[in-house]
């Protein structure tokens, strides 16, 4: 009879009917375990008591999801940590190395002893993470001040007390018209402290090798080639350096010696921190029109938004010293710049790991003052952990 449901028919459609209500009761489930997730991950609390969307909580490395979708990302963008990313970064890097000096060497020779390789899952997700922690003011368009940022006549604030200047004409004809540095510009750059670690590493044609090559505070190349290389893209100066060693400029032979100096750094930028303190402001302004008429190097100024941004971050981070060493802060602000980076010369104790003795300085014998304003172990174990995730290369021995 015509439409009469046969056994087979009849078998068919009960098969069908089966499947439907089994995949049916499976996406029911699906979105069942999933608001129950999302629940679970949005409730989650910041070490500060505020709540941090989507953060869900592991010993060493939460991640962040979205509130909208609750979808995990390895990195922290502005949206998904709601205004909270410096607090999000500080837990997630957060360090914990042994504050005894004799077991933090023990760790760091059992991390040293393993062959280094770049983590770029990790190192891309720290990128972003720290992109998002510093926010607009440390963005690397404003890593140093140019006349995008201010006219003649403007005020400029003092970043490490109360006070604030009105730039001049005559400053503000210093300023580079647009940022000198470019995401990602450098496949390769060295970062070249100053420790006494250097001496006798043969490192020279290793730093030497790099796209870009970072020193700090003028420190003598000529006749430490073989150990800390020749080669330099930007140096930074200390106000303390020109009081101590120069007679704060005030005479020709202070200028000139100066420039002597800055020989060594031919075509590099000079980094100055003029809006710090006020009582720099005046001698770094005077080093900067020495420089610039001298034709070796091109000052630059750094932005005080710029350090602040970095700097909090890092003191809440490794719960530190207020200011961050301007080691750590040009290391910090060059992750944007170059895509691999390697470290030489951070080494803030006076001996190696296997005991000997290590000057304060390569190029010189000064000795290492009781009282300072950073705190460099601290500052060490940060940097530690960033070459323990293979975020950089830190090169504690010798480069043979």
Same mark, same amino acid.
């Given at each position: 009879?015509?439409?009469?449901?046969?056994?087979?028919?009849?078998?068919?459609?009960? *098969? *069908? $009917?089966?499947?439907?209500?089994? @995949?049916?009761? !499976?996406?029911?489930?699906?979105?069942?375990?999933?608001?129950?997730?999302?629940?679970?991950?949005?409730?989650?609390?910041?070490?500060?008591?505020?709540?941090?969307?989507?953060?869900?909580?592991?010993?060493?490395?939460?991640?962040?999801?979205?509130?909208?979708?609750?979808?995990?990302?390895?990195?922290?963008?502005?949206?998904?940590?709601?205004?909270?990313?410096?607090?999000? $970064?500080?837990?997630? !890097?957060?360090?914990?190395?042994?504050?005894?000096?004799?077991?933090? @060497?023990?760790?760091?020779?059992?991390?040293?002893?393993?062959?280094?390789?770049?983590?770029?899952?990790?190192?891309?997700?720290?990128?972003?993470?720290?992109?998002?922690?510093?926010?607009?003011?440390?963005?690397?368009?404003?890593?140093?001040?140019?006349?995008?940022?201010?006219? %003649?006549?403007?005020?400029?604030? $003092?970043?490490?007390?109360?006070?604030?200047?009105?730039?001049?004409?005559?400053?503000?004809?210093?300023?580079?018209?647009?940022?000198? !540095?470019?995401?990602?510009?450098?496949?390769?750059?060295?970062?070249?402290?100053?420790?006494?670690?250097?001496?006798?590493?043969?490192?020279?044609?290793?730093?030497?090798?790099?796209?870009?090559?970072?020193?700090?505070? *003028?420190?003598?190349?000529?006749?430490?080639?073989?150990?800390?290389?020749?080669?330099?893209?930007?140096?930074?100066?200390? %106000?303390?350096?020109?009081?101590?060693?120069?007679?704060?400029?005030?005479?020709?032979?202070?200028?000139?010696?100066?420039?002597?100096?800055?020989?060594? $750094?031919?075509?590099?930028?000079?980094?100055? %921190?003029?809006?710090?303190?006020?009582?720099?402001?005046?001698?770094?302004?005077?080093?900067?029109?020495?420089?610039?008429?001298?034709?070796?190097?091109?000052?630059?100024?750094?932005?005080?938004?710029?350090?602040?941004?970095?700097?909090?971050?890092?003191?809440?981070?490794?719960?530190?010293?207020?200011?961050?060493?301007?080691?750590?802060?040009?290391?910090?602000?060059?992750?944007?710049?170059?895509?691999?980076?390697?470290?030489?010369?951070?080494?803030?104790?006076?001996?190696?790991?296997?005991?000997?003795?290590? %000057?304060?300085? !390569?190029?010189?014998?000064?000795?290492?003052?009781?009282?300072?304003?950073?705190? @460099?172990?601290?500052?060490?174990?940060?940097?530690?952990?960033?070459?323990?995730?293979?975020?950089?290369?830190?090169?504690?021995?010798?480069?043979?």
């Amino acid at each position: 009879m015509a439409g009469a449901m046969t056994p087979r028919r009849l078998l068919s459609a009960v *098969v *069908v $009917f089966s499947i439907i209500t089994t @995949f049916a009761g !499976y996406l029911q489930l699906r979105r069942e375990l999933k608001s129950s997730y999302q629940s679970r991950t949005l409730e989650e609390t910041g070490s500060n008591g505020k709540r941090i969307i989507g953060m869900t909580v592991k010993t060493r490395t939460p991640e962040i999801t979205t509130e909208e979708t609750g979808s995990q990302v390895d990195g922290v963008s502005s949206q998904r940590c709601k205004g909270n990313c410096s607090d999000v $970064f500080a837990q997630k !890097y957060a360090n914990n190395y042994s504050q005894n000096t004799k077991d933090f @060497f023990v760790e760091v020779d059992r991390i040293m002893k393993r062959k280094w390789k770049e983590n770029r899952t990790v190192n891309q997700a720290f990128r972003d993470d720290l992109r998002a922690a510093l926010g607009e003011e440390g963005k690397l368009d404003n890593f140093i001040v140019t006349k995008h940022h201010i006219q %003649p006549g403007e005020t400029i604030h $003092f970043y490490r007390q109360n006070g604030s200047t009105t730039l001049s004409r005559q400053i503000w004809q210093l300023l580079p018209n647009d940022t000198v !540095y470019y995401p990602r510009i450098n496949h390769s750059c060295s970062v070249v402290g100053s420790s006494g670690i250097l001496k006798g590493s043969h490192c020279g044609h290793n730093i030497d090798k790099a796209d870009f090559v970072f020193r700090f505070n *003028v420190a003598d190349v000529k006749g430490f080639e073989t150990d800390v290389g020749g080669k330099t893209n930007f140096t930074t100066l200390n %106000p303390s350096f020109l009081v101590t060693k120069l007679n704060s400029l005030k005479t020709e032979e202070d200028r000139s010696q100066f420039v002597s100096i800055l020989n060594q $750094f031919n075509g590099s930028y000079l980094f100055l %921190p003029a809006f710090a303190l006020t009582w720099r402001y005046g001698i770094l302004t005077r080093a900067a029109s020495i420089a610039k008429s001298s034709n070796t190097v091109q000052p630059i100024f750094g932005h005080p938004d710029h350090f602040t941004s970095v700097t909090r971050l890092w003191h809440k981070t490794l719960k530190g010293s207020k200011w961050t060493t301007t080691g750590l802060y040009v290391l910090s602000s060059i992750f944007d710049l170059c895509e691999r980076i390697d470290v030489y010369g951070f080494w803030p104790f006076p001996k190696t790991l296997k005991g000997r003795h290590v %000057p304060y300085h !390569y190029h010189n014998d000064i000795k290492a003052g009781s009282k300072f304003s950073h705190s @460099f172990s601290t500052e060490f174990n940060g940097v530690m952990s960033l070459h323990e995730q293979g975020l950089i290369h830190l090169h504690l021995g010798a480069c043979l």
